[in-house]
């Protein structure tokens, strides 16, 4: 078995699976925790796995579903080494052990430096952060990593429940191990024997495994071909349950309301005629939790009712201390900031390669340009929401969640119970994006709750207030630079960005024990600028990690979303300037990237490049890395009554070993639509603290009648999986405007494309 996912199956009535030997706290070595609880008729054969008495499988879920397919994928690994049938695989929430913890993805997230800027005492801050991660429990769904962490971990432990269910049968019949086949969750022997799982999982918990092997790529018949999603008869009858959709008995609805006015918080509230209001319950003050300003909810006994009180409520609101953000002075602000980094005052340079000052001095030729990138809102299509209960001391929480233990941290907390004295029950998320790695709305709904005499209350935010008080993707500007030397090589590239930071301010909500006064260097916020691909002799890319006031958050992809359209929309710039094809340019550079080059020439191939068009159509490149996965993309687009009109975005992508390829081109395809929306049309404009754009049609995202045709190449790979969710949004929005300067001969350096 292999060190990273080294399973010991336990023997005893439930059994224990231990995942990464040195890695968990000791309590999960020594297998007094992370096992399955069983019900009657069920028997657990390790932390993840126990069997039904009919030979169901059950499988314990640590990761939430938000349309991105994760359900199915893992349900799949499970299904491909117990060699049971996609449909025998039941989902069971996992508990909070730190058995079913992500550290690996926690750690990605942190604001350390890349490994070739990394120090022993960095190495050592890791490791604490790592440890206290781990004993909190940390569990998310975030970074594109569901799949790449559960990717050995879930097969070794389908793989030795398989072991034990075998060996049992063996003992049973006093037959060979090695002479009996599972086919469908049914052990048989040529002689005649044969029954299903169930009739051996009592059996099987106390038999050791054995020698454990996974299966050889070529005896696969799940993984790396299409399934269809098991979540799909649900979401088409409406049988399935998001956050929204949570009733129970006696329950009531609150509705929030916060000041217009980012970080304000209201003073004199008139609760007098709201309360005498038909179907208004009352009116609770809501403090600041995990990040959120102070709000009001009213309380109804249905959601009409609440939001109609909410709009009649009359307030009395106090500006915030720091005074009003306006997106126009902050992006002023972060072009000299980035200038005065360039220059050499301030900011962070997360990768240095030879002399880049002395370079560009010599340069026959030197290219600057400065890119922007608005603040963009997550949008989810369902609502913020989420529903409590706090009663004889317990708190019982309904919630849309990407961090299932933050959540009930958060519950704990702001109810004042220990967590254990916490239920919590993951929906369905309508969308997730980074939004639901936050806990404010967690907070906000148990904090109503103790005010409703132990009746359920169901809160939540309105469009507008999404809107206007969400974790937004940060404004970011960069200065790119270029030196061109006289055999027409580009031989130095510096960029120098400036954002705000966004982990420091993530901690600082969600993990406050965890975030330090100062802030480190934020790697979220640089990612895809540091580690570009190209080969150039002379590179620096710093950052500069500012704080504005404004609240920011993880958005889709993170900083890859607007750095990959600096650098990409500036790589073609330089294409340009060497009069040189933008795919050929690049391919000559990557000649020590033979992956990225090998997907670059993919999606040539593919979408024709090179190829005569139609009159009045062109198309554009872009590449980018991230989250493990290498995405190219090629927009082929039009102008159409002034207006961008994309017919065709064909993806290629180099994801490692595909689970399921039709997950994959779902993904890929809502990555392009998220990303072709942001690069038209989203933008978050600040005007004296408030925010402009409060629902969709001032936010507009692309619909049926206006997407294009979107194809996607996978490229063969062995190598373990990498990301899917997020690595297709970064290359939109660079693709999109090299088209447009293909097409028009203007180069963009600003988004959004269409103005507000």
């Not at 299966?215 to 088409?236: N, V």
């Not at 929480?397 to 004295?421: C, H, I, K, S």
Request: hydrophobic content about 45%.
């Amino acid at each position: 078995m292999k060190r990273r996912a080294l399973l010991l199956s336990g023997l005893g009535a439930a059994g224990v699976l231990l995942v990464g030997w040195g890695v968990l706290p000791a309590r999960s070595r020594l297998g007094h925790s992370g096992t399955l609880p069983v019900s009657e008729g069920e028997v657990g054969l390790n932390g993840w796995i126990k069997i039904g008495a009919d030979g169901q499988v059950l499988l314990a879920m640590n990761r939430s579903e938000m349309g991105q397919g994760v359900h199915t994928a893992l349900a799949m690994l499970a299904a491909e080494e117990l060699d049971v049938p996609l449909s025998k695989v039941r989902l069971v929430q996992a508990g909070h052990e730190s058995l079913y913890g992500n550290v690996a993805s926690f750690l990605d997230m942190l604001p350390f430096h890349p490994s070739e800027s990394e120090t022993r005492s960095v190495k050592a801050a890791q490791w604490v952060v790592g440890k206290l991660a781990r004993e909190l429990g940390i569990n998310l769904t975030g970074a594109s990593s569901s799949v790449s962490d559960a990717w050995e971990l879930l097969r070794w432990a389908a793989a030795t429940a398989r072991a034990q269910l075998v060996n049992a049968a063996s003992l049973r019949w006093k037959l060979p191990a090695e002479e009996l086949v599972v086919t469908e969750g049914v052990v048989s022997h040529p002689s005649g024997p044969n029954a299903h799982f169930g009739e051996f999982a009592k059996a099987a918990a106390a038999t050791p495994p054995g020698e454990v092997r996974l299966k050889e790529p070529k005896d696969w018949r799940l993984i790396g071909r299409p399934a269809p999603r098991t979540d799909l008869a649900g979401k088409i009858d409406g049988s399935a349950r998001f956050g929204i959709d949570v009733r129970q008995p006696e329950q009531l609805y609150a509705v929030v309301r916060h000041s217009p006015m980012l970080g304000g918080s209201p003073g004199r509230v008139d609760v007098d005629p709201v309360l005498r209001m038909p179907g208004v319950e009352r009116v609770v003050r809501l403090g600041p939790y995990g990040g959120s300003t102070a709000a009001v909810a009213v309380v109804g006994r249905s959601s009409w009712h609440a939001k109609q009180g909410a709009q009649a409520l009359e307030i009395d609101w106090r500006a915030p201390p720091a005074g009003a953000a306006d997106t126009r002075v902050i992006l002023r602000q972060l072009e000299q900031q980035a200038r005065d980094a360039a220059g050499g005052q301030g900011g962070f340079a997360f990768h240095s390669r030879g002399d880049v000052d002395g370079a560009l001095k010599g340069a026959a030729r030197r290219i600057e340009a400065v890119y922007r990138a608005p603040y963009l809102a997550h949008a989810t299509m369902e609502p913020i929401n989420c529903t409590a209960q706090v009663r004889d001391g317990r708190v019982t929480v309904w919630a849309p969640t990407q961090v299932p233990g933050l959540a009930r941290a958060m519950a704990a907390r702001v109810a004042g119970v220990p967590e254990d004295a916490v239920t919590l029950h993951v929906t369905y998320l309508g969308g997730g994006f980074g939004r639901r790695l936050e806990v404010d709305f967690v907070g906000q709904a148990v904090r109503v709750a103790m005010e409703t005499a132990g009746r359920p209350v169901q809160l939540l935010w309105p469009r507008e207030e999404d809107f206007g008080h969400d974790f937004y993707r940060p404004a970011g500007v960069a200065l790119m630079q270029a030196g061109i030397d006289e055999r027409g090589q580009v031989t130095a590239l510096a960029i120098t960005s400036a954002g705000d930071a966004i982990t420091p301010r993530w901690m600082e909500r969600t993990l406050p024990a965890l975030a330090g006064p100062v802030d480190t260097p934020d790697r979220t916020a640089a990612d895809g600028l540091f580690d570009l691909p190209y080969a150039i002799e002379h590179e620096r890319m710093s950052h500069v990690a500012t704080r504005s006031g404004v609240p920011v958050g993880y958005w889709r992809s993170v900083g890859h979303s607007h750095n990959a359209f600096f650098s990409e929309g500036f790589v073609d710039e330089l294409a340009h300037e060497l009069k040189q094809d933008p795919l050929a340019f690049r391919l000559a550079l990557l000649k020590d990237a033979p992956r990225h080059a090998a997907v670059l020439r993919l999606v040539a191939e593919k979408s024709g490049w090179g190829k005569p068009l139609p009159a009045g159509r062109a198309r554009g490149v872009a590449l980018q890395e991230s989250f493990n996965s290498i995405v190219a993309e090629v927009v082929e687009l039009s102008l159409v009554d002034g207006r961008p009109r994309v017919h065709r975005v064909v993806c290629a992508a180099d994801i490692g070993t595909v689970v399921n390829p039709g997950i994959v081109a779902q993904q890929m395809e809502s990555a392009v639509i998220f990303g072709l929306s942001a690069a038209l049309y989203g933008r978050i404009d600040i005007e004296g603290g408030v925010v402009r754009q409060t629902n969709f049609p001032a936010h507009p995202v692309v619909r049926l009648a206006d997407a294009p045709l979107i194809e996607t190449h996978l490229v063969p790979s062995t190598r373990a999986p990498g990301g899917v969710g997020e690595p297709g949004t970064p290359p939109l929005a660079p693709a999109l405007v090299n088209a447009m300067f293909a097409l028009t001969g203007k180069r963009v350096r600003e988004l959004p494309l269409v103005a507000a």
